[in-house]
């Protein structure tokens, strides 16, 4: 299984970009999917999650500017990123809860290899 993220790039404030990060592979089913990011010098957080029912839910810093979507269809994971920041510069994983087969009791955790989103003032 993995996931491959893109959309990232050089964005001005304000802007309005979209990522995307999709799972392939041997993939039964598809748990929660979330969003995480790590700015420079610091540790990764936790921007928003998705799970199997589309429930979701936001970190504070980017409650009411960040929207996550999922299309089961195409085990797909977006992120809508609206009004962006300067602090909002940081590399955006996305990371997902995967039952591989009907065999796996459990799901395993799989993250992709993260875009760099850069926002210049």
């Known amino acids: 299984v993995q996931l491959q993220a893109s959309g990232g790039g050089l964005v001005q404030a304000g802007g309005f970009p979209r990522l995307s990060c999709a799972a392939s592979?041997?993939?039964?089913?598809?748990?929660?999917m979330r969003w995480y990011r790590q700015a420079p010098g610091k540790q990764r957080e936790l921007v928003a999650v998705?799970?199997?029912?589309?429930?979701?839910n936001y970190a504070d810093s980017v409650k009411g500017r960040f929207t996550i979507s999922r299309d089961n269809a195409k085990n797909t994971v977006y992120l809508q990123m609206n009004s962006l920041k300067p602090e909002d510069t940081a590399v955006y994983y996305c990371?997902?809860?995967?039952?591989?087969?009907?065999?796996?009791?459990?799901?395993?955790?799989?993250w992709g290899q993260g875009t760099l989103v850069t926002v210049s003032s």
């Open positions: 592979g041997s993939i039964f089913s598809i748990d929660a």
């Open positions: 990371n997902a809860w995967i039952k591989p087969t009907p065999a796996h009791s459990s799901a395993y955790d799989y």
């Open positions: 998705i799970t199997s029912g589309g429930s979701t």
